[in-house]
């Protein structure tokens, strides 16, 4: 089973190369999306880089910080959330490749919350 840091460190990596695609392929992605609006997809990937830089940080931590680990899953938690109330009622006109993208993503996220909170669940009770 994969430990907490491993997993920390898979998602920070993950953000990061989206963030990274997304602000320097922003109309490319948003082709992909179905609209020529570029500005979110570069503000959502500075976002991911500011979240890719705080979960490496707290991977690397010794001993991991709890508060900040629940704190990643929280906000890992609302994208996922967020994600869905974007698809389903299908906001922003967007292309069905572009809502799938979303789908996708949403559910790669879901699946580290799930393991963060896994693995925080097998922290030592202290810290």
């Keep these: 089973m994969a430990t907490l840091r491993n997993v920390l460190l898979i998602n920070a990596l993950s953000s990061g190369a989206t963030g990274l695609l997304l602000i320097f392929l922003p109309g490319y ?9 570029q500005m979110p997809f570069v503000a959502v990937g500075m976002f991911l880089l500011v ?3 705080l979960v490496f940080s707290q991977s690397r931590r010794n001993p991991l910080r709890k508060g900040w680990v629940k704190f990643i899953i929280a906000l890992d938690m609302i994208w996922v959330v967020e994600s869905l109330i974007i698809v389903f009622p299908q906001l922003f006109n967007l292309s069905f490749l572009g809502y799938a993208l979303i789908a996708a993503v949403a559910g790669w996220v879901a699946l580290m919350a799930v393991l963060q909170i896994n693995g925080l669940r097998q922290l030592p009770q202290a810290g």
């Design 29 to 37: 992605i948003a082709g992909l999306f179905g609209t020529s609006t």
């Design 51 to 53: 979240f890719a830089l």
